[in-house]
């Protein structure tokens, strides 16, 4: 089974900073790799896909990269609305899907 | 507009039994693989179960195999989760979410309900 790690758990940044979350996975994921965002009482929304495409109508402040283990999402500019719970999410053991534990993204 | 919207959560009784649904609009049903999906309480995602367009296709998380059961009704659009046997453990909210193919032909979730909370207690 692959599992993915996040890191950092909590990442405490202000408005207008730049956002970089991490996600390792166990073994190699090729580029098959999402990620989402979740805030308070939502359903999670597909941020990224396929490791650094956006999802249809997701800002260009959000990009991802990273391919095999090493995954990054990155938000260039931190708007408000941007702090929320991100997860990443692999489907290399079709077709079960697997979530890392999330990053909590939280305003300084 | 894209729509999935569940119903049938509640409070339920430890070894009890409850019957999730999931009505699908603006997309056409018959055409999308199905997942459930659920989310502890102050926990992270945890995929429970997949069902394929024709539902000839169905798998589950061992975390629930053999007591959850997938189902759907494309005439009704409509996607099912019966939950028998109901632990402690399976408390959380349940979101059922749309099966979709990228462009490299790995599939993800791109639509998703608000959700509907199933609570086991006594």
């Known amino acids: 089974e692959i599992v993915l790690t996040q890191s950092p758990a909590t990442l405490s940044l202000s408005p207008g900073e730049r956002a970089t979350l991490s996600c390792r996975a166990s073994?190699?994921?090729?580029?098959?790799l999402a990620w989402y965002q979740q805030k308070p009482g939502q359903a999670p929304r597909l941020l990224i896909y396929?490791?650094?495409n956006r999802a249809t109508g997701i800002p260009a402040r959000f990009s991802g990269s990273g391919s095999g283990t090493d995954f990054t999402l990155t938000i260039s500019s931190l708007e408000p609305e941007d702090f929320a719970v991100y997860y990443c999410?692999?489907?290399?053991?079709?077709?079960?899907?697997?979530f890392g534990q999330g990053t909590k993204l939280e305003i300084k | 507009e894209v729509q999935l919207v569940e119903s049938g959560g509640g409070l339920v009784q430890p070894g009890g039994s409850l019957r999730l649904s999931c009505a699908a609009s603006?997309?056409?049903?018959?055409?999308?693989?199905m997942n459930w999906v659920r989310q502890a309480p102050g926990k992270g995602l945890e995929w429970v179960s997949y069902?394929?367009?024709?539902?000839?296709?169905?798998y589950y998380a061992d975390s629930v195999k053999g007591r959850f059961t997938i189902s759907r009704d494309n005439a009704k659009n409509s996607l099912y989760l019966q939950m028998n046997s109901l632990r402690a453990e399976d408390t959380a909210v349940y979101y059922c979410?749309?099966?979709?193919?990228?462009?490299?032909?790995?599939?993800?979730?791109?639509?998703w309900g608000k959700g509907t909370t199933v609570t086991v207690s006594s």
């Open positions: 073994q190699s994921v090729s580029s098959y």
């Open positions: 069902i394929s367009s024709s539902s000839s296709t169905i």
């Open positions: 396929d490791a650094s």
């Open positions: 979410a749309r099966d979709w193919r990228s462009g490299e032909g790995v599939n993800y979730m791109d639509v």
């Open positions: 603006g997309f056409t049903f018959s055409s999308y693989s």
């Open positions: 999410q692999q489907r290399s053991n079709w077709p079960r899907y697997t």
